[in-house]
């Protein structure tokens, strides 16, 4: 079974983080919610608490298919100026492993810690201005290598559904849906 973390940062985006968690449990995909923080309580962008399954700190050693990074002007911020995020992050890139931004967190994240390589990549409002390291792509979802982002809340079903796809390869039908979700995704 393909195993995802999603990263959890103080101000993070909810919609962004649920809907994805959402589609990959549909889809038969183990989602291991990761607290970058000491507790495992996180509170969201729209101060919804929440609490994650671990602490990134407790987990950091376990091997993951991919990682998911949602945006949130907060809480992409706190991803990008923790050093134990980044380090968590370069080690899946460098295994090869999905890394999954949406939103500010690939400009934020990857692109402030030279993390995008010069993939192409896409974030939400022009914060692609202050990136050098990558090539910005104005798409809802873009595909490079193992990077998959995405553009931002409005589109977190094509991103969520895209790494679902990623993920399970062959065993996804052409036209990906889950259960009770009315909602045609074609690739």
Do not use: K, T
């Given at each position: 079974m393909k195993k995802v973390a999603v990263l959890l940062?103080?101000?993070?985006?909810?919609?962004?983080?649920?809907?994805t968690i959402d589609i990959l449990h549909r889809l038969k995909i183990k989602v291991e919610t990761l607290s970058c923080t000491s507790s495992k309580k996180v509170v969201s962008y729209h101060n919804i608490p929440m609490v994650a399954d671990n602490t990134l700190k407790k987990a950091f050693d376990t091997n993951y298919d991919a990682v998911v990074l949602p945006g949130g002007p907060e809480?992409?911020?706190f991803l990008a100026n923790s050093q134990e995020v980044v380090s968590f992050v370069r080690r899946h890139d460098e295994a090869g492993k999905l890394i999954c931004p949406i939103c500010s967190a690939s400009a934020r994240v990857l692109g402030g810690n030279g993390l995008l390589k010069g993939r192409r990549y896409v974030c939400s409002g022009?914060?692609?201005?202050?990136?050098?390291?990558g090539v910005y792509v104005d798409q809802n979802v873009v595909e490079d290598g193992n990077l998959i982002s995405g553009k931002g809340f409005g589109l977190v079903f094509d991103f969520a559904f895209t790494i679902a796809t990623r993920l399970l390869g062959d065993?996804?039908?052409?036209?990906?849906?889950?259960?009770h979700i009315y909602y045609s995704w074609q690739e």
């Open positions: 940062a103080p101000g993070f985006e909810e919609g962004e983080a649920i809907v809480g992409s911020v022009d914060l692609w201005q202050n990136v050098s390291d065993s996804v039908p052409a036209n990906v849906h889950a259960e």
